[in-house]
């Protein structure tokens, strides 16, 4: 097979690494992507798009099943849904399908080459590819490497059968009659509330004191107590001691007791482990940070012309983070000068209600010692969230005490994923909170919470 | 009403074009005859043209420092005279006067019967006419100084949008380095622009503040005739400069003594004329040194009259008066001239020829004199004599240090007229002069 030669190739097609060579391609650099199965990485074929579509099935479906007991507030009521789950994971397949074709095709537009197959290096400039057809040698000036991350395995309960990853999970071709889910992260806690909605009896199993362990208390009480409403049964302070595949669980709390669980199917959600093995990284001299790949601020590895973006150098794991990292990648090759300054990254957990943070939490601006100003406006009192009902949850902005520079925003409530953008808009340009009180939020929306928590923090909320 | 064109008139011999030193009115004002329009300047007189008729000002052509042809409009007066406007003579150059009358016929005599006198001898009191007034007329606009936002605490990030970031990158900026002036602190675009047009701003300490003002100061007037010259001498002639010390002792002890005695009319003697005394004496022996080198024609003229140039600090730069023939003068008579016209070049009342015509220069800053100077050859003269600052220093007689009013000599000569020997000659016979005064008076 005929060797090839390019300026840049990247190893992956995940979000950073599709987002890299498009951009690449885009600035005129001979640009190879390699990909063993289908371009789009976890976030479109195992992860965030597929997880959306279940969860907003999933919800429709609820909603449906709780009006056909009780008819809403405003009137409707109506027998019982029916839903066809097979027809669900087609639908979800069918949007999965036209992201990643979506890719597929800009990556042919940019001009960027595609190579189907496992890449593994053979020094730092050489990598070979097992593809259908045989090996296919690439040399490269520069190596992007955007390998990505995998479910996190527990060596007690290993995945098969009945004991199911993320990516199983999403892949499930009926609604198990019972699950349960160990470790309450944001995807253990998305996936369990989807299949509550779906009519599963769930447990979900948290070493921690309380699920989604990296917010706070009070960001996490709505969806606790929205997990209860569905029937969930949340085991936090409880940890695994012994399982079978068929799924029975050996539980035990923290008061030391132990607990019998059963469930149809196991859902292990403990963590994603970056993918840094199986592919020739031994022949590499990489430096590593922990797990991860070390990286500089120019995601530059320990060796010249060789970068590393995404899941696979260190938290947080992120979708975005990884394509602004790719889009940087591109443009420092294409030799212009770029650094990653960001000062924001968004998270965004859906659950039931959905919870947002940008910027610092509370706790991490009092363990930096910053003098701190909080606002905070529930959607009770949020004419929108009224007429969604929708009134569970709050926006709260925290503000250096000094100079009210805003410093991280969170919000927890239905709907409220879609605030990130104003969020993370609001702290990457340096607002404070004279700017963001200052400036009109349009009416009747659920966006009006983040004045208000603006106002409230310089001490003169309106509606409250 | 009718519009006067006034025109640079010719204001001496030979002089092809002068220099706009002063304006005394701007478009708009009202004039009466014999007001004071502008003065210009020609070698090193001013001369002041007076309006000729009551009237006002209506256009004003070339700016202060501009060199000006005789013969071309330099203002417009409109005036309630009979007979059509003379600028419709000169379309091309008056396009903001009378363009909407229609063609008249030429009127020479429109503008002859005006033509303004020059006045080459103004009044004292109504003076000052040379002194340059760059400052006013260059005045820059004064950018705000920058106030810098609080400063940044060690450490701390930055605060700039991510389109301010993006540009510091791709300009090689560290942001970190920026005073930020928006609220928190922000960076603005503003902020990153005044730091790349000005750089890092020094570390400000003890309420020191660095002054990025640019002040521009248009070479005009005395100053740019003191440049031309300087820039002509120092370029054409190859100057060669020879110090020496003098034993000043005996010639002051002689000068006090004279001076305590003066007579009645006698002006009191400084060094110069004893200087200039013992120049005349060495010239006749040397008159090579008292000569005009045309280096175009190739030709040096050697006077007979020896025409000493005093270098003279004025409030408004170098000037030159000149004692002429020196040689025919006794040293009071030598002191009065000194004195008289360096009064004059002071209150810029010296006339033109008072300030040309010199046949060799002293350079003389007196307490200012320094140890050593190298003098500017007064172009196109092939000598120049500059007077350091006398002072008491120890002297070895022979057998022991004493006490001596010592003064150097430091004199530059034209190496293409002037051989080193002939110079180291010249300077010697000057000195042997200087040391004992009384060979000053003695009639050769």
Redesign the interface.
Known sequence: MKEIHCKLLVIGAGPGGYVAAIRAGQLGIDTVIVEKARPGGTCLNIGCIPSKALIHAAEEFHAAMRRSEKPAPFGLGHGAPTLDFGATQTWKGSIVQRLTNGVAGLLKKAGVKTVIGHARFRDGKTVAVETETGTQIIHAENTVIATGSAPVELPILPFGGNILSSTEALALKDVPESLAVIGGGYIGVELGTAYAKLGARVTIIEAQPQILPLYDASLVRPVEKRLGTLGVTLLTGTRLKAGTPDGKLTLEGSDGREKEVEAAKVLVTVGRKPLTEGWGREELVLDMSGPFIRIDEKCRTSMRGIYAIGDVTGEPMLAHRAMAQGEMVAELVAG????F???VIPAVCFSAPEVVSAGLSLREAKALGIETVTGKFPFQANGRAMTLGAEEGFVRVIA?AD???VLGIEAVGDHVSELSAAFALAI???A?L??IAGTIHAHPTLSEAFPEAAMAALGHGLHM | MAIQTIKMPDVGEGVAEAEIVEWHVKPGDLVREDDVLTAVMTGKATVEIPSPLEGKIVWIGPAIGDMVPVGTPILKIEHAGEGEDDTAQEPAIAPDAATDKPAAAPQPAASSKAEPVPVEKPAPDRLPTSRPVAAETSAPVARPAHAPGAPRPEGE?P????AV?LRA??A?IDLRQVPGT?????ITHEDLELFLAEGPAVPQTGGLKPDLSVKEIRMAGLRRRIAEQMSRSKSRIPHITYVDEVDMTALEELRAGMNRSLKQGRVKLTLLPFLMRAMVKAIADQPLFNAIYDDEAGIIRQHGGVHIGIAAQTPSGLMVPVVRHAEARDIHDCAREILRLSEAARTGTALREELSGSTITISSLGALGGIVSTPVINHPEVAIIGVNKMAVRPHWDGTQFVPRKMMNLSSSFDHRVIDGYDAATFIQRIKALLENPAMIFVED
Do not use: F
């Open positions: 212009k000068a770029r650094s300054d960001r000062r250096r100079n009210h520079l990457e340009m340096g404070r004279e700017d | 990030k605060l700039a949008s991510p970031r990158r791709e090689g928006g609220p928190a602190g922000r």
